[in-house]
């Protein structure tokens, strides 16, 4: 009798064990966000006027499928983007071409932004081969 209830103890423990993993995993592909960055009217002013300062960019962490909408003025072609700290230090980055949509040069970039912690960071882009425009960008 003992050993009875101890196998049943046993595979109890098992199947609640079992049951407890299979609903810690996640089921199927992530699901990506639907997200929109509009940069058009974050230009560079040019000429002896100050810049005025930019309010950060906001973006929630999790699997973003992220439509950028270049400053006015970008081309179509192939950009980087970075999410850094510091200049020169990326902690996500990627690579895609960006093409003209509505008169607007827009990249079209699914990023994988859950293992980030919330905080400020600096969204860095830049055509290949040009200098780096940095954003702020605080992460949720």
Known sequence: MVRLSAAAAGLLLAVAAGTWLLLRQPSGPAQ???VTLDLTGQG???G????????PLQL???HLDLTV????GSESGMYEMQ???E???PIWSAQKEAKLENYKATLHVQADLTHLKPGL???????NGWNWTYYPLLLK
Not at 121 to 127: D, F
Request: proline share 18%; no cysteine; charged share 20%.
């Open 121 to 127: 960071y600096l969204l860095a882009i830049r055509p």
């Open 44 to 46: 560079i002013l040019r």
């Open 32 to 34: 990506f966000q639907a």
């Open 83 to 85: 999410v850094v700290r």
């Open 69 to 72: 909408y270049l400053p006015v």
């Open 48 to 55: 002896s006027e100050q810049n005025p300062p930019n309010p």
């Open 87 to 89: 200049p020169g230090r």
């Open 60 to 62: 929630a962490k999790g």
